[in-house]
T-cell receptor
């Protein structure tokens, strides 16, 4: 049973527009959420995180929103750039990140020129 | 500083053979994780080491899988009697043990069992 779900395997967005990647979770014990970005033949790299005590965290072009009641989070990238084309993984953990992460299956974001 | 280093980057082996995958974590990181990513799947947790504590082996898929971490640094993941379903990218990650500290991943070892 998947505890972290990314229901869109792929997403295509035009350069300059907003990219919105979605993630749902089922485990109410999760209190720390992260987004990782992965290029082919490389390991995932940390992008942005959010604690359950917040509902928004912003870092440059990247913003993560958390809706605890809906058990849903989203990553917004604006404006989207060609270098943003990658697979994005949503991850969650309990105890503020002190435990290992549970990952979703990823969403392949394709930025079209 | 140097990131997480994994070797080999690629490994092709015959079904039934044993393989060893190596991970050098970032210096000073006391937590070390092994994950694997099968084709079309997310990252599957395998095992977690934290300092001198007993490892969390809850993610290991079978007793053919084992891992060691010597001296709190380098880790080796061993797969005995490999099967075709073991084919995947095996990723190692390390982190500081503090709330909110993200995992830093290596580039992985792509294992192909023929």
């Amino acid at each position: 049973d998947q505890q972290v779900k990314q229901n869109s395997p792929s997403l295509s967005v035009q350069e300059g527009r907003i990219s919105i990647l979605n993630c749902d979770y089922t485990n109410s014990m999760f209190d720390y959420f992260l987004w990782y970005k992965k290029y082919p033949a490389e390991g995932p790299t940390f992008l942005i995180s959010i604690s359950s005590i917040k509902d928004k965290n912003e870092d440059g072009r990247f913003t993560v929103f958390l809706n605890k009641s809906a058990k849903h989070l989203s990553l917004h990238i604006v404006p989207s750039q060609p270098g943003d084309s990658a697979v994005y993984f949503c991850a969650a953990s309990a105890r503020g990140g002190a435990d290992g992460l549970t990952f979703g299956k990823g969403t392949h974001l394709i930025i079209q020129p | 500083g140097a990131g997480v280093s994994q070797s080999p980057s690629n490994k092709v082996t015959e079904k039934g053979k044993d393989v060893e995958l190596r991970c050098d974590p970032i210096s000073g990181h006391t937590a070390l994780y092994w994950y694997r990513q099968s084709l079309g799947q997310g990252l599957e947790f395998l095992i977690y080491f934290q300092g001198n504590s007993a490892p969390d082996k809850s993610g290991l898929p079978s007793d053919r899988f084992s891992a060691e971490r010597t001296g709190g640094s380098v880790s080796t993941l061993t797969i005995q009697r490999t099967q075709q379903e073991d084919s995947a990218v095996y990723l190692c990650a390390s982190s500081l043990v503090q709330l909110g500290s993200p995992l830093h991943f290596g580039n992985g070892t792509r294992l192909t069992v023929t």
